[in-house]
Nanobody, 124 residues
C-alpha cells in the first residue's frame, strides 16, 4: 500500500498563487509517475497535470498551460504543484495521484493510488 498526503490548499484571490505538496510513503515501486487531478463541485474528477519518474516529461491540460508547474523530489517521494495566476474556475478539491507511467496516469482508471485531497478556493 502507498499513502499519499497532500498539503498546501487554501483560499486565494484571483490572480494569486498556491503551492501544493504531496508526500508518498509505504510500498512505492522503483519508479512511478505522479500527478494531480481535481474535482469541482458538481463535476467529475478531471486530470490536471503529471510528471514522469525522471522529471523529464510532463503532461497537462490546456487550461493550466503557462500557469501550473509540476516538479518532484524523488529523494523525498514528494511532488509539488505550483499554481500561479489562479482563476475562480480552478476552485476544486485537488487530489494527488500515483500511477505506473505518465501516459496511464492521465486516466482515472490508470491511477493506482489517490490522496484524500486538499481544497483550493479562488475568490473572484
Amino acid at each position: 500500500q502507498v499513502q499519499l498526503v497532500e498539503s498546501g490548499g487554501g483560499l486565494v484571490q484571483t490572480g494569486g498563487s498556491l503551492r501544493l505538496s504531496c508526500a508518498a510513503s509505504g510500498r512505492t515501486s522503483s519508479s512511478y509517475a505522479m500527478g494531480w487531478f481535481r474535482q469541482a463541485p458538481g463535476k467529475e474528477r478531471e486530470f490536471v497535470i503529471a510528471i514522469s519518474w525522471s522529471g523529464d516529461d510532463t503532461n497537462y491540460i490546456d487550461s493550466v498551460k503557462g500557469r501550473f508547474t509540476i516538479s518532484r523530489d524523488n529523494a523525498k517521494n514528494t511532488v509539488f504543484l505550483q499554481m500561479n495566476s489562479l482563476k475562480p474556475e480552478d476552485t476544486a478539491v485537488y487530489y494527488c495521484a500515483v500511477g505506473t507511467n505518465i501516459a496511464t496516469i492521465t486516466l482515472r482508471d490508470g491511477v493506482d493510488y489517490w490522496g484524500k485531497g486538499t481544497l483550493v478556493t479562488v475568490s473572484s
